[in-house]
T-cell receptor, first 111, second 114 residues
Framework: LAKTTQPISMDSYEGQEVNITCSHN???????ITWYQQFPSQGPRFIIQ???TKVTNEVASLFIPADRKSSTLSLPRVSLSDTAVYYC????????????FGKGTSLLVTP | DTEVTQTPKHLVMGMTNKKSLKCEQH?????MYWYKQKAKKPPELMFV???????INESVPSRFSPECPNSSLLNLHLHALQPEDSALYLC?????????????FGPGTRLTVL
């Protein structure tokens, strides 16, 4: 069972770039890394997923070093509405599913 | 339609009641999930259905009984719950069960057990 470790909380000002790093030392060879965002009293929402190197979409980038033991979610120019909890998930080698949410990182964006 | 719907939004029940939570998706997804989330905690996986068959049960007490009547619908039957079962119950679906499949979550049912 791959375990992830993230900072419990982070603070940022509007307009700044935010980088949240997730450690997953025991990630399996075929595992992907997936990030979700969750607002209070809502279900998590998929942000981005990657296997290696760099992935970018319209809301974020995901950087994965060659050893894949960590990954960094990068949110460019955050706004107040990016205040949320961000979860990093990797696959469960037992089931093959990426379903085990770690403790997440609570991001607070202020003016 | 890229939405997962859950009903009811809120539910209050006594410890002797029987109630059911309902989840529906029309995205053609073949995997569906139930999670439980306590306040300020991450979602905890309860059950996984893959192609309408229960594939994972994370040692959930028998007072929670899942059911998947068809590929679009997932129910969670509740009976003799305890106050500590009060939580947000989240349903999700994905196109398959593989690690690279994005999960789509519903808004959840806020359950209060008195």
């Amino acid at each position: 069972l791959a375990k992830t470790t993230q900072p419990i909380s982070m603070d940022s000002y509007e307009g700044q770039e935010v980088n949240i790093t997730c450690s997953h030392n025991n990630i399996a060879t075929n595992d992907y890394i997936t990030w979700y965002q969750q607002f209070p009293s809502q279900g998590p929402r998929f942000i981005i997923q990657g296997y290696k190197t760099k992935v970018t979409n319209e809301v974020a980038s995901l950087f994965i070093p060659a050893d894949r033991k960590s990954s960094t979610l990068s949110l460019p120019r955050v706004s107040l509405s990016d205040t949320a909890v961000y979860y990093c998930l990797v696959g469960d080698s037992r089931s093959g599913y990426a379903l085990n949410f770690g403790k997440g990182t609570s991001l607070l964006v202020t003016p | 339609d890229t939405e997962v719907t859950q009903t009811p939004k809120h539910l209050v029940m006594g410890m002797t009641n029987k109630k059911s939570l309902k989840c529906e998706q029309h995205m053609g997804h073949r995997a569906m999930y139930w999670y439980k989330q306590k306040a300020k905690k991450p979602p905890e996986l309860m059950f996984v259905y893959s192609y309408e068959k229960l594939s994972i049960n994370e040692s959930v007490p028998s007072r929670f009984s899942p059911e998947c009547p068809n590929s679009s619908l997932l129910n969670l039957h509740l009976h003799a719950l305890q106050p500590e079962d009060s939580a947000l119950y989240l349903c999700a679906s994905s196109s398959g069960g593989a690690v690279w499949n994005e999960q789509f979550f519903g808004p959840g049912t806020r359950l209060t057990v008195l």
